[in-house]
């Protein structure tokens, strides 16, 4: 079961960045967060992922909090194709099946 | 080469039809993935299977059939569905935990598939 929960949708003025909160209030020590994208049906399209500290990739920025019980998601400059549903997802570091459990996520819309 | 491709892209299919969705890839991951996907809701896991192995089956009805004939192609056999199984199917792949060594490096991200619509008349 997802251990995520986000707002469902949110918007974001074209050129600003956008910060899309995710809290995971229950993670444990050896729980990753990721991120993934999805744009309509294509499939989910992976983008940041961290464990404690914060990273910063091509596409983003993940800010995790130091009790780790939230994260956010930076898009430092949103564009028009940054609009789609973005999902926090938290998953175990260790092998225990590989599974992904994705959460509702949340609908960005990027504003002209 | 980050790419998983799926087959076929839509599919339309009777209660007493039988199909099959096929997803390939060539990264040499070794877990492969099918999700289920309803519209505006995100993707459900159904299947995991690791070095070939079905690792993974979230309860899902047995008129849905995975089948990993080798390390790089998985398919969905699908019999007797029903019009509530329609929606995407999504398949993923992930390089293994065990084979990274590393485990929460970007070795085991899951890449996807861009899904075959499904329609059950």
């Known amino acids: 079961d997802a251990k995520t929960t986000q707002p469902p949708s949110m918007d974001c003025a074209e050129g600003r960045a956008a910060n899309l909160p995710c809290n995971h209030s229950?993670?444990?020590?050896?729980?990753?967060v990721y991120w993934y994208r999805q744009i309509h049906s294509p499939g989910p399209q992976y983008i940041i992922h961290?464990?404690?500290n914060n990273e910063t990739n091509e596409m983003a920025s993940l800010i995790i909090t130091e009790d780790r019980k939230s994260s956010t998601l930076i898009l430092p400059h949103a564009t028009l194709r940054d609009t789609a549903v973005y999902y926090c997802?938290?998953?175990?570091?260790?092998?225990?099946?590989?599974?992904?459990?994705f959460g509702t996520g949340t609908s960005l819309t990027v504003i002209p | 080469d980050t790419e998983v491709t799926q087959t076929p892209k839509h599919l339309v299919m009777g209660m007493t039809n039988k199909k099959s969705l096929k997803c390939e890839q060539h990264m040499g991951h070794r877990a492969m993935y099918w999700y289920k996907q309803k519209a505006k809701k995100p993707p459900e896991l159904m299947f995991v299977y690791s070095y070939e192995k079905l690792s993974i089956n979230e309860s899902v009805p047995s008129r849905f059939s995975p089948e990993c004939p080798n390390s790089s192609l998985l398919n969905l056999h699908l019999h007797a569905l029903q019009p509530e199984d329609s929606a995407l199917y999504l398949c993923?792949?992930?390089?293994?935990?065990?084979?990274?060594?590393?485990?929460?490096?970007?070795?085991?991200?899951?890449?996807f598939g861009p899904g075959t619509r499904l329609t059950v008349l």
């Open positions: 993923a792949s992930s390089q293994d935990l065990r084979t990274s060594g590393r485990v929460g490096r970007s070795t085991d991200t899951q890449y």
């Open positions: 229950t993670i444990s020590g050896n729980e990753y």
């Open positions: 997802i938290v998953r175990p570091a260790q092998n225990t099946g590989n599974q992904f459990y």
């Open positions: 961290g464990l404690k």
